[in-house]
């Protein structure tokens, strides 16, 4: 019997020969057994080592007549041993690959109990605004708004077109930590995180062990090489490499590798522009630098450092949502009322936003699947639900501020500067300003403040003020201060115009049905 509990030196013990393997075996080439033995009779001190290709004939052969000379045994003996031998390492060897390809994450079932729980709590009233307060209870601090869109795309990885997103901020902000509390809300069979991953590293994962899953990603600084795979993941919902490979005879051979999705993908950066590709396909979540998020952050973590956060509460909370995802179940989506819904001519690049906004409004409904008639296509007999109105609400709530940064020529570090100033001028009556004045008041890097100065000129959203006699230093001023609100009720009246044409379209079948009703 082969005895393998020493993974480098398994041993076997025949009659008339004990044989060990050195170093083990490997197990990512099949068409080979390349070993390392050391062979002796038993009670001998009489040993032979060899380096041997086990599935080599020939060499086995001639290993065998060498045996015999060297321990004086007989080649029927040492043949019949190496023989046995092979085949324990061969059977031991696809054992072991078959438990590696099996020893997946286990899939938590719940009890009959925690699955009516949590059916019960996707049926309850006002279900967006219980998530957003359990999410809080879980211990995300303030970010009502990004966390629960956050969820919301994290939820969509059940989807046929799951979302992505992409969280940015300053250093330091919370950029990372946001997306970790809330990705501890998704059961971990259904994620995949992220630090650092070699360019072909998405090619090698099994044909379907991407279908569905969370791909988070701590830093998209440190995943430059996988951004390609990724997006053609987003877009395409599958990879496909082509690759040479030599089968055991030596012929070469092309193999294409291909990865099917879709996934839904999410990352944190703090450099925007860089990724314009990746954010193109994403929803952008800046975080919240206020002095009030700080506050809010500061006070948690001293009632951390006292002891007066119960994180029993925290973690039951976050086990609870965990439940919810799992009884959360694939069904198709269809919205009645889409062809109603515009956006505003603003929005930046407004076919692909257009179609992150339906299908933002389609994870909504998904989420809320256990509040909705289910319903059968005559012709296929495939089981949908359809979306509410009240769907398209929720949605046009939550989205308002990502159209916003949509719509937005400049890019979110430097509209968040921008906001800033006008506030600072706003409290000091001023409509002038001086680079240096402004730096040190927001603590601004001089670089930095540049850049900002550099990009906002160009857009014609500040400018220099000519300089009066015996002034040396240059001031700027706003050109108008009021253009974000502009935008941002530009966008507000557009959502709600939307509504209103969906109210328009349905009173007449409303009507009609209760004139039916009188006749």
């Given at each position: 019997m082969l005895d393998t509990i020493n993974p480098n030196n398994y041993s076997y013990i025949a009659k008339d020969l004990e044989i060990h393997v050195l170093g083990g075996i490997k197990f990512n080439n099949l068409e080979r057994m390349r070993v390392t033995l050391s062979i002796k009779k038993p009670k001998s001190h009489n040993v032979m080592r060899h380096s041997i290709d086990l599935y080599n004939d020939t060499m086995v052969e001639k290993f065998v007549r060498t045996i015999a000379e060297r321990i004086e045994i007989g080649t029927s003996i040492t043949r019949q041993c190496l023989q046995n031998l092979t085949s324990e390492l061969e059977q031991y060897r696809i054992d072991q690959i078959n438990k590696e390809n099996q020893q997946e994450e286990p899939i938590l079932e719940l009890s009959g109990k925690e699955q009516k729980a949590a059916i019960k709590f996707l049926k309850s009233k006002d279900l967006?605004?219980?998530?957003?307060?359990?999410?809080?209870?879980?211990?995300?601090?303030?970010?009502?708004?990004?966390?629960?869109l956050m969820y919301l795309i994290f939820t969509s990885r059940k989807t046929a077109n799951p979302l992505h997103c992409i969280s940015l901020g300053s250093s330091g902000v919370g950029k990372t930590h946001l997306q970790s509390k809330v990705s501890e809300l998704i059961p971990e069979e259904d994620k995949i995180e992220i630090t650092v991953l070699s360019a072909n590293a998405f090619y090698y994962f099994n044909r379907t062990e991407l279908k569905n899953k969370l791909i988070l990603i701590e830093d998209l600084d440190g995943a430059e090489s996988v951004l390609y795979p990724l997006r053609e993941l987003q877009s395409k919902k599958r990879?496909?490499?082509?690759?040479?490979?030599?089968?055991?005879?030596?012929?070469?051979?092309?193999?294409?590798?291909?990865?099917?999705?879709?996934?839904?993908?999410?990352?944190?950066?703090?450099?925007?522009?860089?990724?314009?590709?990746?954010?193109n396909r994403s929803f952008l979540l800046y975080i919240d630098e206020s002095s009030e998020q700080d506050r809010k952050i500061m006070?948690?973590?001293?009632?951390?450092?006292?002891?007066?956060?119960?994180?029993?509460?925290?973690?039951?909370?976050?086990?609870?949502?965990r439940d919810v995802q799992r009884m959360l179940e694939p069904i198709k989506?269809?919205?009645?009322?889409?062809?109603?819904?515009?956006?505003?001519?603003?929005?930046?690049?407004?076919?692909?936003?257009?179609?992150?906004?339906?299908?933002?409004?389609?994870?909504?409904?998904?989420?809320?699947?256990?509040?909705?008639?289910?319903?059968?296509?005559?012709?296929?007999?495939?089981?949908?639900?359809?979306?509410?109105?009240?769907?398209?609400?929720?949605?046009?709530?939550?989205?308002?501020?990502?159209?916003?940064?949509?719509?937005?020529?400049?890019?979110?570090?430097?509209?968040?500067?921008?906001?800033?100033?006008?506030?600072?001028?706003?409290?000091?009556?001023?409509?002038?300003?001086?680079?240096?004045?402004?730096?040190?008041?927001?603590?601004?890097?001089?670089t930095t403040q540049w850049r900002y100065h550099k990009q906002l000129m160009e857009s014609y959203y500040i400018r220099k003020v000519l300089k009066k006699k015996g002034e040396t230093i240059?001031?700027?001023?706003?050109?108008n201060p009021n253009e974000y609100t502009e935008l941002?009720?530009?966008?507000?009246?557009?959502?709600?115009?939307?509504?209103?044409?969906?109210?328009?379209?349905?009173?007449?079948?409303?009507?009609?049905?209760?004139?039916?009703?009188?006749?």
């Amino acid at each position: 019997m082969l005895d393998t509990i020493n993974p480098n030196n398994y041993s076997y013990i025949a009659k008339d020969l004990e044989i060990h393997v050195l170093g083990g075996i490997k197990f990512n080439n099949l068409e080979r057994m390349r070993v390392t033995l050391s062979i002796k009779k038993p009670k001998s001190h009489n040993v032979m080592r060899h380096s041997i290709d086990l599935y080599n004939d020939t060499m086995v052969e001639k290993f065998v007549r060498t045996i015999a000379e060297r321990i004086e045994i007989g080649t029927s003996i040492t043949r019949q041993c190496l023989q046995n031998l092979t085949s324990e390492l061969e059977q031991y060897r696809i054992d072991q690959i078959n438990k590696e390809n099996q020893q997946e994450e286990p899939i938590l079932e719940l009890s009959g109990k925690e699955q009516k729980a949590a059916i019960k709590f996707l049926k309850s009233k006002d279900l967006l605004q219980k998530t957003n307060e359990l999410i809080g209870k879980s211990g995300v601090i303030g970010e009502e708004t990004n966390r629960l869109l956050m969820y919301l795309i994290f939820t969509s990885r059940k989807t046929a077109n799951p979302l992505h997103c992409i969280s940015l901020g300053s250093s330091g902000v919370g950029k990372t930590h946001l997306q970790s509390k809330v990705s501890e809300l998704i059961p971990e069979e259904d994620k995949i995180e992220i630090t650092v991953l070699s360019a072909n590293a998405f090619y090698y994962f099994n044909r379907t062990e991407l279908k569905n899953k969370l791909i988070l990603i701590e830093d998209l600084d440190g995943a430059e090489s996988v951004l390609y795979p990724l997006r053609e993941l987003q877009s395409k919902k599958r990879i496909t490499k082509t690759v040479v490979h030599k089968d055991r005879k030596g012929t070469t051979k092309t193999i294409h590798l291909t990865v099917e999705g879709p996934v839904s993908v999410a990352g944190c950066t703090t450099q925007e522009s860089v990724y314009e590709d990746n954010s193109n396909r994403s929803f952008l979540l800046y975080i919240d630098e206020s002095s009030e998020q700080d506050r809010k952050i500061m006070q948690y973590q001293r009632l951390l450092s006292a002891g007066k956060v119960n994180k029993d509460d925290e973690f039951m909370a976050a086990r609870f949502l965990r439940d919810v995802q799992r009884m959360l179940e694939p069904i198709k989506v269809i919205n009645p009322y889409a062809e109603f819904l515009e956006l505003p001519q603003t929005v930046f690049k407004p076919r692909r936003t257009n179609t992150h906004y339906l299908q933002f409004i389609e994870a909504i409904t998904f989420y809320c699947q256990h509040q909705r008639e289910k319903k059968y296509d005559e012709q296929t007999g495939e089981e949908y639900i359809e979306t509410t109105i009240e769907d398209i609400e929720q949605a046009n709530e939550l989205i308002k501020e990502v159209l916003l940064r949509k719509s937005d020529e400049i890019t979110g570090a430097c509209r968040n500067y921008l906001e800033e100033l006008k506030k600072y001028l706003k409290q000091n009556n001023q409509t002038k300003f001086a680079a240096l004045e402004i730096r040190r008041k927001l603590k601004v890097k001089k670089t930095t403040q540049w850049r900002y100065h550099k990009q906002l000129m160009e857009s014609y959203y500040i400018r220099k003020v000519l300089k009066k006699k015996g002034e040396t230093i240059v001031h700027y001023e706003i050109t108008n201060p009021n253009e974000y609100t502009e935008l941002e009720q530009q966008i507000t009246k557009a959502l709600e115009q939307c509504i209103i044409d969906i109210d328009r379209s349905t009173v007449p079948e409303c009507s009609t049905t209760k004139m039916e009703q009188t006749t």
